[in-house]
């Protein structure tokens, strides 16, 4: 990938302040590097033992650093 763990937590971070200006910090869990994708997440993953893990968060695309949620 181009852009770096450093980077991308950047980007999340700067997204977050951007969606919520009151915010003074923010916690960055680093839940899971998938495909081309960092995903951030604000609260712990959890397990289903039906459908198995949920990953949703913020994905910051590891190539081009666009943000999906």
Do not use: H, R
């Not at 198995?52 to 999906?68: C, F, K, L, P």
């Amino acid at each position: 990938m181009k852009i770096s763990l450093e980077e991308a937590t950047q980007i999340y971070v700067n997204y977050i302040f951007k969606q919520d200006t009151q915010k003074t910090s923010v916690k960055c869990i680093l839940d899971v590097v998938y495909n081309d994708n960092y995903i951030f997440i604000d609260s712990p993953l959890n397990f289903n033992s039906k459908t198995g893990y949920n990953i949703s968060g913020i994905w910051v695309n590891g190539y081009t650093g666009q943000i999906e949620k």
